[in-house]
Each structure stands twice: as structure tokens, then as C-alpha cells.
């Protein structure tokens, strides 16, 4: 006799808010804990992607609200977090996911308009969530926070310095914040993906299609991941099975930073 699969309702009753969730491993999240029962912020500046995202989640019975946010601005974040409240009543996790990549340059090949426009999404704009997020939390006396760094957060990344800066950044501060708020109930912990099979991905290889072979043997594993491995790390970070890990760096990178 076949066995009814049992509902995930891990995350009944949480509200969750993802940013970057209009693609990528932020879809992938997002989806996976609205199937877990939680009340899902589908955030980014796509707004066509970001409705679809919530669409998803809605037509698997869940509940999403989908919120346009330029996480660099910090008007648009306020309002975010203000809009998540007042929709759902608060905010329990937030994975803070939105990123942008580096085209492949060496250091003394890169300007100055893509320093800032990098270290603009990928430093300021998770300062930015993590800071409105946790005004909030701190109001409710719990929350957890989940950043999406990189295994360029972790070590050096050839041909993409200001992106290994920005996500050395990012590790920082999920430290540092980890550090200050861990008595306020509140833990912060990050994602360190190896590569992922995302549009980001994607665009990659566009560019530098003999790359392919290369990245997938970076890994042992001698693969990518796929979206829902980093979101299911992401989940078990924001869930209360991990109710004594903080300011931890999580890598999901198919053993490459295990050589
Ligand atoms: P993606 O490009 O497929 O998706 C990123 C999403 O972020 C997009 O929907 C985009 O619209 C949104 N976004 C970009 N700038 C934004 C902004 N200013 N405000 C709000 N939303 C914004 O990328 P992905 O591969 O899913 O990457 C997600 C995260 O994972 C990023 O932080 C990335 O650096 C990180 N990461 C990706 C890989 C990989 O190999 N794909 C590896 C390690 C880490």
C-alpha cells in the first residue's frame, strides 16, 4: 500500500522574507518554505519575476506577498520590513539573498563603477536588510537572520576580487551582528554556495562558455549545485532545529573548500 506523504509544516505560523527572490536560489527558498507552511516576502526589484515567484508559492497553497525592493535603498527596505509587518503582524526569519556577480577580471583590470556598484548591492544592501530586520526583531525578542555569502566568502576567488571582497564583507558582518545580538534571541548565521546552477550561473557561461568543465572540477563532488540544496542549508539555518548555531558560515559547495 503506498504511503501518503506527510505535509511539511515546519514553518506554519513563521513569516518569512526572502530577498533576491525573484530568481535563483532566492526562488528556490522562497518556494521551499511556503511548501513548509510559513507566510513567505517574495522581495526584489524584478516585479514580473518576483509575481511569478509569489505565484508559485500560491498555487502549492501557500501564502506570499510579493514587495518591489532595491535592497541598496534604504527607503525601499524600511518600507519593506514596515510592509511585512503590517501584513503578516512580524518577522521571524529573513534570508537576505539579493546579489550581483563580478565579470571575470583580474584586480588591476576592474573600475571603479563596479567596485561600487558591487559592494553597493552586496555589503550595503545586506547591511541594510539585516538593520531594518532587526529593529524589528528586536521589538518581538526573537528572529533569525540568514545571509547568502559565497565560498568567495571564505577564500580567494581569481578573476573576481571585488565580488571575494564583497562576500568576505558579508561574512563580517553576519559575524560581528551575531555577536552583538545573540542575547536578544536573535541568531545570524550565512550560506556559503559553491557554484549553483542559477541565471547568475548562467550569465556566467554566456561569457566564458570554456569555463564549464573547469568550475564543475573546482568542486569534488564534480558538479554544481542545483537552487533547493543552498535553500534547504538556508532553511535548516533559519529553523529552530539549529536553535544553537550563530555566526556560523555554512558552506554548501560540494566539498570545495574542503581542499
Ligand atoms: P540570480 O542573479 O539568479 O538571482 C539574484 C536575484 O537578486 C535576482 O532576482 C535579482 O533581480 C535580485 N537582485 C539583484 N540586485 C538586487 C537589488 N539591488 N535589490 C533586490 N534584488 C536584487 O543569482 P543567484 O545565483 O540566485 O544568487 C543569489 C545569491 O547567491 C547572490 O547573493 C549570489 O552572490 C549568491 N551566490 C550565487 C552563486 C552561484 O553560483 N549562482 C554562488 C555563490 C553565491
Redesign the pocket.
Known amino acids: 500500500m503506498a504511503r501518503e506523504k506527510q505535509k511539511d509544516t515546519s514553518f506554519e505560523g513563521k513569516v518569512v522574507l526572502v ?8 526562488r528556490a527558498a522562497a518556494v521551499a518554505f511556503g511548501r513548509a507552511g510559513a507566510c513567505v516576502v517574495v ?4 516585479v514580473d ?1 518576483g509575481h511569478a515567484t509569489a505565484a508559485m508559492i500560491v498555487e502549492n497553497g501557500g501564502k506570499a506577498l510579493f514587495v518591489q ?4 535603498r534604504a527607503a525601499e527596505v524600511e518600507a519593506l520590513i514596515d510592509k511585512t509587518v503590517a501584513y503578516y503582524g512580524k518577522l521571524d526569519c529573513a534570508f537576505n ?5 563580478e565579470e571575470h577580471l583580474p584586480l588591476a583590470q576592474a573600475d571603479e563603477a563596479l567596485f561600487d556598484r558591487i559592494m553597493n ?2 555589503v550595503k ?1 545586506t547591511w541594510l536588510c539585516m538593520k531594518y530586520e532587526l529593529r524589528q526583531m528586536l521589538k518581538q525578542g526573537s528572529g533569525s537572520i540568514v545571509n ?5 566568502g571564505l577564500v580567494g576567488a581569481p578573476t573576481q576580487p571585488i ?1 571575494a571582497a564583497s ?1 568576505h564583507a558579508v561574512v563580517g558582518m553576519t559575524k560581528t551582528a551575531a555577536a552583538e545580538y545573540a542575547r536578544e534571541g536573535i541568531r545570524i548565521n550565512s550560506v ?5 546552477n ?4 548562467g550569465r556566467a557561461l554566456e561569457r566564458e562558455p570554456l569555463r564549464e568543465k573547469k568550475l564543475r572540477n573546482v568542486h569534488p563532488m564534480g558538479r ?1 549545485a542545483e ?1 533547493a540544496e ?1 535553500a534547504q542549508a538556508a532553511m535548516w539555518l533559519c529553523s529552530e532545529q539549529s536553535s544553537f548555531v550563530t555566526g556560523h558560515q555554512l558552506a554548501v559547495d560540494g566539498g570545495l573548500t574542503a581542499i
Not at 542559477?198 to 550561473?201: E, G, H, K, L, W
Open positions: 530577498t533576491g527572490a525573484a530568481g535563483g536560489i532566492g522581495a526584489d526589484t524584478s519575476g525592493c532595491n535592497v541598496t539573498n539579493a546579489g550581483i556577480e548591492v552586496n544592501g547568502t555569502a559565497s565560498v568567495a565580488y562576500k556559503c554556495p559553491g557554484v549553483v542559477t541565471p547568475m550561473m554544481f537552487p543552498i
